[in-house]
């Protein structure tokens, strides 16, 4: 909004030329929604308290029981304000990727926040149910990719098919076509990241981090996949119109933490459904929309390693009557192991941050 205000005025007063560089916008959005979030933090948590917090799940840890009882939930609407925000502020809203990343943001929001509220009004750990959910999101992320084909398949100067083509890291040109294929492609991709960043919720801070490592990292991919010189010198494939996703990356990286100001241990507020669902949803759209999906489940491995161990740990269960961990996702079968709570989120902080360095490295070993 301001971005499209001041910008015009640039040949009257030159200060405003620095708003027609995206990194500038991009550092302005992220502290845009670090102030945000920092600003309405207290307050809303305030309020959360006074409705009371959701009861702890009974099939976790018993630590878990007494030590984050009372905790509020739904923290993840201090983070999709502040994202929200920054964005529409520095944001250039005649961009239609921005809206597209901003309407699954805000519908899986959504969808968490009913789930969250469900949890805190009736005293119970279950909200929405699975299935429900699942279609809800089904449905939002299919309209997301629909709108990103098309709007990938009308640019000009894109190949044939392009649009509905996965790219595989480490090669220059190499492009598996799906063709209608891809629609449920980029729907379990959305789906799928949002998913897994709700599991890996369980511990404090032990989301956030990585989420904000993944955003980072894509804010640079963004960057050069839609630059049309940085994606040539770097035998990228050209996507017009994405590199403004950088800017609701940085948005995303301020109000992820602004909230960990309040999520450090011992939390303050968790993130729930709300902030988990939105912010795995945003991070597979921007996947989709650069082209780099395959690339998000590495920078993202570690939410991939997580919702692997549930789906691994449920289906051993079901086919032997044995589990493989002593309790999934995997960061509660590391405190089963007796390692502290600290322990077990740096160390997932330490690497998530290696997985982000071997993804950027896929933009030059090709």
């Not at 839609?226 to 990286?253: K, R």
């Not at 459904?273 to 991070?283: E, I, K, P, W, Y």
């Not at 549930?310 to 390692?339: C, D, N």
Request: hydrophobic content about 55%; glycine content about 12%; proline content about 4%.
């Amino acid at each position: 909004m301001l971005y499209l205000l001041l910008a015009p005025l640039a040949e009257q007063f030159q200060i405003f030329n620095v708003l027609n560089y995206l990194t500038f916008r991009t550092g302005l959005a992220w502290i845009t929604a670090f102030m945000v979030a920092l600003i309405i933090g207290p307050g809303f948590i305030r309020w959360l308290r006074s409705k009371g917090s959701q009861p702890i799940r009974t099939d976790g840890p018993e630590s878990h029981i007494v030590a984050k009882a009372g905790t509020p939930t739904m923290g993840g609407f201090i983070i999709l304000i502040g994202i929200l925000v920054g964005t529409l502020l520095w944001g250039d809203l005649t961009n239609q990727y921005l809206w597209v990343v901003i309407f699954v943001t805000a519908g899986f929001g959504a969808i968490g926040f009913i789930d969250d509220w469900r949890k805190v009004t009736r005293k119970s750990s279950e909200g929405l149910s699975g299935r429900g959910k699942l279609i809800l999101q089904s449905i939002i992320a299919l309209a997301a990719v629909i709108w990103m084909t098309d709007l990938l398949s009308d640019a000009p100067g894109v190949p044939d098919h392009f649009a509905t083509s996965v790219a595989v890291p480490f090669f220059k040109d190499l492009l598996i076509p799906l063709s209608y294929g891809f629609y449920l492609f980029g729907l379990l991709v959305i789906v799928g990241a949002s998913n897994a960043v709700n599991v890996t919720d369980g511990l404090d801070g032990l989301a956030i981090v990585p989420v904000m490592i993944a955003a980072g990292s894509f804010g640079f991919i963004a960057y050069f996949v839609g630059s049309a010189v940085y994606a040539d010198y770097l035998f990228l494939n050209f996507t017009p119109g994405t590199a403004e996703l950088a800017v609701i990356c940085g948005a995303i990286l301020g109000a992820g933490l602004g909230f960990l100001w309040f999520n450090a241990p011992p939390a303050m507020v968790f993130m729930g459904d709300t902030g988990s669902l939105s912010l795995g949803g945003a991070l597979g759209t921007i996947a989709v929309a650069v082209k780099h999906e395959i690339v998000l489940a590495i920078i993202g491995g570690l939410f991939v390693l997580e919702a692997v161990s549930v789906m691994v740990q449920i289906a051993s269960f079901k086919l032997t009557g044995k589990r493989i961990f002593k309790m999934a996702p995997i960061h509660h079968h590391f405190e089963k192991m007796g390692w502290a709570e600290p322990t077990i989120v740096i160390r997932f902080w330490i690497i998530a941050v290696v997985l982000a360095l071997i993804g950027l490295s896929t933009l030059k070993l090709r």
